[in-house]
Each structure stands twice: as C-alpha cells, then as structure tokens.
C-alpha cells in the first residue's frame, strides 16, 4: 500500500489565520492526491483534487499545491466554519489510501 | 440528485459477520464504481475496498482481504458490503461512496449517511 502522512495531526489557529497541512506519500503519486474535510457526524467533503483543482462550490480560500510525494493544503483566511478535520487521500494506486488526518481547532 | 442510502446500524458479537447495504439513486448505478470507507469512533478514515458496478470486480485493502467481500445488485442498484470473523477493533462507521471522474482523477464524491456497526460480546 502507499502509505499517506499528513502533519500536524492536529493544529490549533485562529479565525483569520493562514493555514497549512502537509502530506507525504511513501511513493511518488504525480497529483492523484485528493484532500477532504470533515466535520463531527458527518461525512467527508471533497474540497480539492488532482492536488490543486477546486471542487465545484469550494471557497476559494481553500488551495492545494504539490506532486510526486509533497502536498499541502492552505486555507488562506480561516473562517469559523472551517474547524473540522482534513485529510488527504491518493488516488494514484487502485489500493486507495488516507492519511490520518489533521484536526484544526479553535486557538 | 445522488443519492447513497445505507442500512441501520447493527450490533454483532465477536466472531460473527455483518452485511452493511447501499442502495444508490439519481445516476445510472453501472456507470460508477463504489468504494466503501470505515471510521473508528475518535479515529480516521480507512479505506476498505471498491467494486465496479458494472463488471462486478473488486480490489480491497490488504490488511481486510480474506474477511471482506463486496458484491452488487444491478437490478436494485444496491451495494453490499460484508465483514466476516468480527473483532472488537471493527467497530466502526460504515460508510459508502460513489466515484466521480474528473478526467483521469477519481475522487470519492457522494457519501452514504453511515452505518453504525457495534461489536460487542
């Protein structure tokens, strides 16, 4: 399997902040790198694929950048509906694979 | 518009085997594969496998091969997912999602509301 790990696992900021989340593969994965984010009860919400591309009706604040095994996800302005969790996810292999994720709380 | 309804939750001893359903509406079913994901209580995401809808071929993830099957019912547009020989550490929720593809990228695009499964003696 190829092995996803994002960083931080967790992060705390503030509303107005800039962020970012890191994730590396274990193998070079071109952009087949796609990021979610969830909130609590719900299910996952497709924000960004094929590394940098917007899904259709996500805030433009929401960025991704990277290829091969380098990847990060920046939200340019926090807002507060953003604290969730996010995680991203390879589709390069059939083997499908996450990372573990990265909670982002309220400083 | 798409829609993935799954099964109510379910409670399952240890050793035991559970059959989750997704039933699919608003597409054609044959033309999208359909993964399904767990989710630990406190825990990420874990990706368990994937069927084609429309030849009925799976790929599932090394660490559930043997105890996993996925199959579907064309004429219900429905997938199923079973889990066999239960352990505590199963307990999850259960979640199924249909493909979209975006030229050569496939993304994980319409979520089912999840299914509680409990394993507990």
């Known amino acids: 399997d190829i092995q996803m790990t994002q960083s931080p696992s967790s992060l705390s900021a503030s509303v107005g902040d800039r962020v970012t989340i890191t994730c590396r593969a274990s193998?070079?994965?071109?952009?087949?790198l796609n990021w979610y984010q969830q909130k609590p009860g719900k299910a996952p919400k497709l924000l960004i694929y094929?590394?940098?591309s917007l899904q259709s009706g996500v805030p433009s604040r929401f960025s991704g950048s990277g290829s091969g095994t380098d990847f990060t996800l920046t939200i340019s302005s926090l807002q507060p509906e953003d604290f969730a969790t996010y995680y991203c996810?390879?589709?390069?292999?059939?083997?499908?694979?996450f990372g573990q994720g990265t909670k982002l709380d309220i400083k | 518009q798409v829609q993935m309804m799954q099964s109510g939750p379910e409670v399952r001893e240890p050793g035991a085997s559970v059959k989750v359903s997704c039933k699919a509406s608003?597409?054609?079913?044959?033309?999208?594969?359909i993964s399904w994901v767990r989710q630990a209580p406190g825990q990420g995401l874990e990706w368990m496998g994937w069927?084609?809808?429309?030849?009925?071929?799976?790929n599932y993830a090394l660490r559930l091969q043997g105890r996993v099957t996925m199959a579907t019912d064309t004429s219900t547009s429905t997938a199923f997912m079973e889990l066999r020989s239960l352990r505590s550490d199963d307990s999850a929720v259960y979640y199924c999602?249909?493909?979209?593809?975006?030229?050569?990228?496939?993304?994980?695009?319409?979520w089912g509301q999840g299914t509680l499964v409990t394993v507990s003696s």
């Open positions: 999602v249909r493909e979209a593809q975006y030229h050569d990228y496939i993304v994980f695009l319409y």
């Open positions: 608003g597409y054609s079913f044959t033309d999208y594969g």
């Open positions: 069927i084609s809808a429309y030849y009925g071929n799976t």
């Open positions: 193998q070079s994965i071109s952009v087949y």
């Open positions: 094929a590394a940098s």
């Open positions: 996810q390879q589709s390069y292999s059939n083997l499908r694979t």
